[in-house]
């Protein structure tokens, strides 16, 4: 079963705009990631942020997170036509032996 | 500039044959990702490997699935016979440990006919 809901599915927006994405999960966790996937491309990682951290930043990107309300959110300021691409949540639950369970993720399309 | 490598890229074979994937972790990383991806399921685990070691192969349709690491620059994926629903794309990725950032391969495309 899905631990991570993206939300929402598709995002169209302009360059230079804010995009926001969320992330629900269901089950405790030890971190939450956020990952990137270009058309026709593994992913890549964008963010890890722990279960005793609320807010992390790297460059034009801002993750939150609130365990009580078992969700996260992904902020890219000032977006850009290469921000193009589907972004992926992906969680580690508290529990021994268990490894990253991803979301279906929200698909970006930033236009000029 | 360390990067996850998958062989192949693309694999195009009729129904019934074996199909075997290869992939090459970043050296130093002790921890191997399978994943499948589908429009329809998303990105799904297959299997994984902590020092060589299988964790978890839940994932995996155990009759027709194999995964194994013959030595630590090398996992592989075997299928055997393929079917038509096994189309999909084949991401290895590579880690420190389950809880950390994964390096994916750029993944192998299979259509099985």
């Known amino acids: 079963s899905q631990q991570g809901e993206e939300d929402p599915q598709a995002l169209s927006i302009q360059e230079g705009e804010n995009a926001t994405m969320n992330c629900s999960y269901k089950t405790s966790i030890n971190n939450l990631q956020w990952y990137r996937q270009n058309s026709g491309r593994g992913l890549v990682h964008l963010i890890l942020?722990?279960?005793?951290?609320r807010e992390k930043h790297s460059g034009r990107l801002r993750v939150t997170l609130d365990t009580s309300k078992k969700s996260s959110s992904l902020l890219i300021t000032a977006s850009r036509a290469a921000d193009t691409a589907s972004y992926f949540c992906?969680?580690?639950?508290?529990?021994?032996?268990?490894?990253?369970?991803f979301g279906k993720g929200t698909t970006l399309s930033v236009s000029s | 500039d360390a990067r996850v490598t998958q062989t192949p890229r693309h694999k195009v074979t009729e129904m019934g044959q074996e199909v075997t994937m290869r992939c090459q972790p970043i050296?130093?990383?002790?921890?191997v990702f399978w994943y499948r991806q589908t429009m329809m399921q998303g990105l799904e685990l297959l299997a994984y490997?902590?020092?060589?070691?299988?964790?978890?192969d839940s994932g995996m349709p155990k009759d027709r699935f194999s995964a194994e690491m013959p030595d630590a620059t090398l996992a592989t994926l075997k299928i055997q016979p393929s079917e038509p629903r096994d189309s999909a794309v084949y991401f290895c990725?590579?880690?420190?440990?389950?809880?950390?950032?994964?390096?994916f391969g750029p993944g192998t495309r299979l259509t099985v006919t």
């Open positions: 990725a590579s880690g420190l440990s389950e809880e950390d950032e994964q390096y």
């Open positions: 050296l130093g990383h002790n921890t």
């Open positions: 490997f902590r020092n060589r070691a299988p964790l978890d």
């Open positions: 992906a969680t580690v639950i508290n529990q021994a032996g268990t490894a990253l369970i």
């Open positions: 942020i722990r279960s005793n951290e």
